[in-house]
């Protein structure tokens, strides 16, 4: 079984990313991981941006694995909105079913508590 299939039978909630490294440190499993997609849609306008303003890595609580504390350091891109009638000038990608706005927990984690 390849790392990707392990991956996804496991995680099902990050088949949208690409998982570059786990790693085991005491109690805490750590997943290292990014977004496949080129681009993103401005929440505000709904226009779609390939134009990347920088990255940063934010970092999610999910459910628990063994055991485990499980945290997922996921590399975000803010974007820049070119729509020239939109307020937002730039904005940050979200994946559906696993980020929000200002969150730190998935919301599968959100479920279990």
């Not at 496949?36 to 940063?56: I, K, L, W």
């Not at 499980?70 to 980020?99: M, N, S, W, Y």
């Amino acid at each position: 079984m390849s790392f990707s299939s392990l991956i996804a039978l496991l995680f099902p909630h990050l088949a949208e990313l690409e998982v570059a490294e786990v790693a085991c440190a005491g109690n805490t499993l750590r997943l290292r991981a990014a977004t496949r997609t080129r681009e993103a849609d401005c929440p505000a306008c709904g226009n779609s941006s390939r134009h990347v303003h920088s990255r940063y890595t934010r970092q999610l609580a999910d459910t628990p694995v063994s055991g485990r504390q499980t945290l997922i350091h996921l590399e975000v891109r803010r974007f820049f909105c070119d729509h020239t009638e939109c307020a937002k000038r730039t904005f940050a990608e979200q994946i559906p079913g696993l980020t929000s706005p200002y969150a730190r927990t998935t919301p599968l984690l959100r479920q279990t508590r």
